[in-house]
C-alpha cells in the first residue's frame, strides 16, 4: 500500500490549549485500546445480519468473514489473479513492484476480509428460508458458493486517529456495476462506526477513474493527508490520491480540512 506524504504531527485539544503530556498519553492510549479491541472482534460479520447476503441485478450472493493469516491457497491464488486482471492496467509500469507489495500484504495477520460468495445452482429455497429465519450463522451457506469479489481491510491509526484503512475492494468483471462494491462498503463503515474509528481511508490510482468516480458518487473526498494537497507540486509527482469519509469532527478536521489546531 502506498504511503502518503506525512504532515507533521499535530496537537490539539478542546480547551484550545496545548494538551499536558499526561493528556497527550491518556488519549493515545485510548485509542490503542479502541484498535486493539476492533482487531480482537473474530467476525464484524456476525453483528450486521442485514450484510448477510444481496440479492438483486440477477445477482444471488452471500458474505464471509477471513483473516490474512487464514487463507487457504486456492483463495490466496484467487486475490493474486482478480488483483492482476483488476489493476494490472492502472497501476501500469508499477505492476511488477506493486503486485509483490500486495502478496506481503494479502497474508498479513491484521488483513481483515469480507468475501463475496454466490451460491452455487445447489442452494434450495429451504436453505434460503432458513437462513432467513435467522438460523446460526446465518452468512453460514448450506452450498459452498464460488468467490466474486472482497473487500482488505485494517484497523489502523492515521494522523493519530483510528480508521478503518481499505486496502483492497475487487470486484470480478462480471459482477462489477451490481451494487456489490457499494454494499461492501457501506458494511465497512458500518464496521468502523460500531468500533469507534473515526473514518474510512484507502487509496486509488489516479489512472483507476471508475474507482474514483465510484468513491466519488459514495461521498469518499480528497484527504488533506493525499499527496495532491499536502504539496500539489509532490502530488504531481504521485500516481495516487488516499480518500476518506469521516464519522466525527475530530477525524473531519484532521483528515479532511487538514486542521492543524483544533
Ligand atoms: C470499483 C468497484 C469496486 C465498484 O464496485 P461495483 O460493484 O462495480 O459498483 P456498484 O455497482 O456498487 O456502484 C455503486 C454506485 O457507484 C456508481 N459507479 C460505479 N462505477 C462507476 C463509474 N465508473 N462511474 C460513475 N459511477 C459509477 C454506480 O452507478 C452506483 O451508483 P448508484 O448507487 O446511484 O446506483 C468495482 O467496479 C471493481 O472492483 N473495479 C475493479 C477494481 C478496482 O478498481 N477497485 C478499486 C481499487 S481502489
Redesign the pocket.
Known sequence: MATAVKKRPRISSAAGRRPSRKEVLERKKAIDELIRKAIAVKDHLVQFPAFHKFQG?GLSVYLESGHGDQLTLPVRKYIQNLLKV??EE?YGPEWPSEEKVKRQEMVAPEARYIFIKQYSNGFTTECSMNQDAGVEHMHTPCNEGHLV?FVHYRFVLEEELPVVY?Y??????S???????????QLIEQIACKNQMGAVM????KA????M??????RYVISSTSPSRVDPQIGLEKSYEILCKTFDCEAKSKLEDGDEEL
Do not use: D, I
Not at 483492497?168 to 468483471?173: A, K, T
Not at 459482477?175 to 462498503?185: D, R
Not at 483507476?208 to 474507482?211: F, G, I
Open positions: 441485478n483488476n489493476m492502472p469479489g481499505v483492497e475492494l475487487q470486484m470480478e468483471p459482477a462489477q456495476g451490481k451494487g456489490l462494491g457499494k454494499f461492501l462498503m484507502l487509496t486509488v490510482q483507476n477513474t471508475q474507482a468516480a465510484f468513491y466519488t458518487k459514495l
